[in-house]
């Protein structure tokens, strides 16, 4: 009886110190999460965004020029990351926290290949975005499309200024580049008008291709050729 009360007396030690080593686990945890979150909002005080570069003659009388996001830049990514008409069709999930963002920008958009901010000229500041994302192996010479812009500026031709900006950087920084693509969602009408107006080729649509949020989508492909770009630019001059 004494030893069976020994060997339980055991265990119940092993749980208790076992129970201790989780909530200290749970405490660094916590510790590190808040460390970062503090970092970040150092960071974030010390990095200004930069200043708008003067206007190219191609686009001279654009109100908007595109430039790196930067940490500094949480409060405005905000704005348009955690409306839920932006987010609507896009793969990110509405944002609540601006913890979360700031670990969104830091893992994800800093370094990203190529992820500018879409920036009022008149005042600096982002009021969208836009991105292109790279393929690997033999998928390279292509690049998918996405973009988001704040609710308030819909409807202002901003997006596609945006878009035709890309267009035609893009194809000059990846001279392995020779395809641009996007995937619309059948239900967003705007975008498609969007890539229309810059020139995109609507392609078709892929029935039932991806699932968005608990649903499945058919999906509108368009794309635009670096080939068919250069010849449009020839004619024009």
Not at 132 to 141: A, D, H, I, L, S
């Amino acid at each position: 009886m004494f030893s069976q009360l020994l060997h339980n007396s055991a265990k119940v030690g092993e749980f208790v110190k076992l129970i201790f080593a989780n909530c200290n686990h749970s405490r660094k945890e916590q510790h590190l999460k808040a460390s970062k979150i503090k970092f970040l909002t150092k960071l974030t005080m010390a990095e200004p965004p930069p200043p708008p570069p003067p206007p190219q003659s191609n686009h001279t009388q654009s109100p908007i020029y595109l430039r790196r996001l930067t940490l500094s830049d949480v409060d405005d990514f905000m704005v348009w990351a955690s409306d839920d008409l932006v987010s609507r069709f896009c793969r990110w999930d509405t944002f609540t926290s601006k913890d979360d963002a700031l670990n969104y920008l830091t893992t994800t958009v800093l370094p990203h290949p190529y992820f500018r901010a879409i920036c009022l000229r008149n005042n600096n500041r982002p009021v969208g975005a836009i991105h292109v994302e790279p393929f690997p192996g033999n998928y390279r010479c292509k690049g998918m499309l996405g973009y988001a812009l704040a609710s308030e500026y819909w409807g202002r031709g901003i997006a596609s200024t945006a878009v035709e900006m890309v267009a035609t950087e893009i194809f000059e920084e990846w001279p392995h580049l020779e395809r641009l693509e996007a995937f619309v969602d059948v239900e967003n009408s705007a975008s498609m008008r969007v890539l229309e107006k810059v020139g995109f080729v609507r392609e078709g649509v892929m029935r039932k291709s991806y699932i968005l949020k608990g649903r499945t989508i058919d999906m509108v492909v368009f794309s635009m050729l670096d080939s068919e770009r250069s010849r449009k630019r020839e004619i024009l001059i």
